[in-house]
């Protein structure tokens, strides 16, 4: 396994278009986020599933956005009507439950990432 | 709200001197606490975690204690190197449930030879 991949690494689009980002976890994670990181700040989280489930959405995560995990494995990320200031990196990560216990996460492993450019 | 927050940045320092970044967090429940970093056009990368109080996460040279009387978990290196320039990410993710990871704002390190 390569680790968590994210496709495109790069995406420049006009206002008003729609744009889909794809990311392949790691093959056995069965946890996969979505996260947000504009220049200068910490990823901000926007969505999380748990096999194909999305059991929570970050209020960042408007009505534009849309996420989705259809067999449990690859996730899309579906952005409408972009905005200039949806400009940002899109990352992707992967976890799984530490064998065990749920009392000690692992951390993520994450994707290299898209970068979208809304001109 | 679970939160983090880390020293800001840049910190500029010469190659072989002692590093250090501070980084504080909520104590709500009982975090996992976390070291990221991101080196110039890469993804993040795990550095090292904590998992409980009074447990060191070490990797690479870099550490940080996990200290629930003052709430921190500042990371250190002895003697940093030009290769260690990144931005380094403190977090946090709740024990139980689907451990989400809140993230500091990141401070960015640059080591001069």
């Known amino acids: 396994d390569t680790g968590v991949s994210q496709d495109p690494r790069h995406k420049i689009t006009k206002r008003g278009q729609n744009v889909t980002f794809r990311c392949d976890p790691i093959?056995?994670?069965?946890?996969l986020y979505w996260y947000r990181q504009t220049l200068g700040q910490g990823p901000e989280f926007l969505t999380y599933?748990?096999?194909?489930?999305?059991?929570?959405k970050s209020r960042l995560l408007s009505d534009r956005f849309s996420a989705e995990r259809p067999k449990g494995s690859f996730s899309t990320l579906e952005i409408q009507r972009t905005e200039q200031g949806d400009s940002a990196m899109y990352l992707c990560?992967?976890?799984?439950?530490?064998?065990?216990?749920?009392?000690?996460?692992?951390?993520?492993?994450f994707g290299s990432g898209t970068r979208l450019t809304v001109v | 709200g679970n939160s983090v927050t880390q020293m800001e940045g840049p910190v500029t320092l010469s190659e072989e001197a002692f590093l250090t970044i501070n980084c504080t967090y909520t104590?709500?429940?009982?975090?996992?606490l976390f070291w990221y970093v991101q080196y110039p056009g890469e993804g993040l990368q795990l550095l090292l975690k904590?998992?409980?109080?009074?447990d060191k996460g070490s990797n690479k040279g870099f550490e940080a204690t996990y200290r629930k009387e003052t709430t921190s978990f500042h990371l250190e290196k002895g003697s940093v190197q030009v290769s260690d320039s990144a931005v380094y990410f403190c977090a946090r993710a709740n024990s139980g449930g689907y451990q989400k990871v809140t993230f500091g704002t990141g401070t960015k390190l640059q080591v001069i030879p």
């Open positions: 599933f748990q096999n194909e489930a999305q059991l929570e």
């Open positions: 093959s056995e994670h069965n946890r």
């Open positions: 104590a709500t429940g009982y975090p996992s």
């Open positions: 904590a998992t409980k109080a009074d």
């Open positions: 990560a992967s976890s799984s439950k530490e064998s065990g216990t749920q009392f000690a996460p692992m951390g993520y492993t």
